[in-house]
């Protein structure tokens, strides 16, 4: 009898991603006809604004909709430079901005663009589980770097000198799943430390536009080395038409085109017309964010009446991190029978922080005002 063909050591290596596993067993309960609050993925709940929709009408009756050049449609790829001018007054070269199928595709592209197999790269941890399961599948080592509230759950200067040899280093402001943002001066000296290091920043900016109590500020006003990833899923509210985009430094222009044309050949052509017209989208889209800001204000002064309220500053994103430990040793355990027996869908810091996750939960706040107070009013009967 012949041998079970193997696995690679690289995809043994690989966790689950625990947020899309959480949204898989509460869509099966929805589908055995359980009611369901998803507080579990971070995913507007509206859908993109109208003028996306009827975008994307008009590009399927007009355009073809075939392959596209790797580095994306240059009328979106113009459209984003001039998203910089009017959002940061920064002058962006067209040359330099990479259209992705979503930001995860550009976290693959860039980490095989700017490291070697065996490089190291630091994460603020917590953090984005898709960072290190994405670097781990690509043969790069992570160096976790442990964060705390005082430094609002990111990396200092003193962090990095401390880290030992680092190739890279990648932040989130806002971050996912703490909330929590650098202030612009934090953030320029983090990237000047890393810097003089020759340490490649990478900077996760798919959170702006999502800001509550703080400025927010691009990696690129101070360096144009930074590698800056963003997307239209967060703000934009295109979660499932996959499209992101990057902006590289010079050196790796070719080398992310390259791999762009290998991996991917192009992004979905009609998601990239679609996407034109999200800049133009912003009165929608704001009345989106006044949602969540209002959501954010009902759940911070809500979920401590309910039992919950050992929580990270809510700076930015749509993300409350909360400390269970007075209820709880193991978050998947108490997220589990959250949804079971609450019938509201969260996500374990076990996802975020395999040392102190255990202790935490993280709640999205992109639903709907009522999905937030029905929620609340679940859980505090649960608790
Ligand atoms: C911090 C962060 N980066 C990247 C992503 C990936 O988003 P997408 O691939 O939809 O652009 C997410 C999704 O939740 C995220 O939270």
């Known amino acids: 009898m012949s041998e079970t063909p193997k696995a690679s050591r690289r995809a043994s290596a690989v966790q689950p991603f625990m947020v899309m596993d959480m949204m898989r067993e509460a869509g099966r309960l929805e589908r055995a006809g359980d009611n369901i609050i998803h507080m579990e993925v971070g995913q507007p709940s509206g859908g ?30 113009e459209r984003i ?14 040359e330099r901005i990479v259209v992705t199928t979503g930001s995860s595709a550009a976290f693959v592209i860039a980490f095989l663009a700017a490291f070697d197999a065996g490089d190291t790269v630091g994460l603020a941890n917590p953090g984005y589980p898709a960072y290190r399961n994405i670097l781990k599948a690509v043969n790069l080592k992570i160096t976790d770097i442990q964060t705390s509230e005082k430094n609002r759950w990111a990396p200092t200067p003193a962090d990095i000198a401390n880290a030992g040899r680092l190739d890279g280093l990648l932040i989130a402001s806002p971050a996912n799943p703490t909330g929590t943002m650098l202030s612009p001066e ?17 900077s996760d900016e798919i959170y702006h536009e999502l ?8 990696a690129l006003s101070t360096s144009d ?12 509210c295109m979660t499932g038409w996959r499209v ?37 989208a912003t009165d929608e889209l704001d009345e989106r964010r006044a949602v969540y800001a209002e959501n954010r204000e009902f759940l911070l002064n809500a979920l401590p009446d309910a039992g919950i309220d050992r929580f990270t500053p809510v700076d930015g994103a749509f993300y409350i991190y909360a400390d269970v430990s007075r209820y709880t040793n193991d978050s998947a355990d108490f997220t589990s029978r959250m949804l079971k027996q609450a019938g509201v869908a969260t996500t374990t810091g076990l996802d975020f922080d395999s040392y102190e996750g255990n202790h935490h939960i993280r709640l ?11 929620a609340v009013k679940r859980i505090k009967a649960w608790l």
């Open 48 to 77: 993109p604004p109208r003028k996306v929709i009827e975008a994307a009408q008009s590009a399927l009756a007009t355009e073809r909709l075939g392959y596209v050049e790797a580095l994306g449609l240059l009328a979106l790829r």
């Open 81 to 94: 430079a001039e998203h910089y001018m009017q959002a940061y007054s920064i002058k962006v070269l067209v």
């Open 186 to 202: 934090a953030l320029a000296q983090l990237i000047k430390a890393s810097e003089q290091r020759n340490i490649q920043f990478i």
């Open 211 to 218: 800001t509550f109590a703080q400025p927010q500020s691009t």
């Open 225 to 236: 080395k930074a590698i800056i990833i963003n997307s239209f899923s967060k703000y934009y």
């Open 244 to 280: 992101g985009w990057m902006i590289v430094p010079d050196h790796l222009v070719r080398a992310v085109e390259c791999l762009s044309q290998n991996m991917y050949i192009s992004t979905p052509a009609i998601s990239q017309h679609a996407a034109i017209a999200a800049f133009d």
């Open 364 to 374: 999205s706040f992109a639903g709907s005002r009522a999905e937030m107070e029905e």
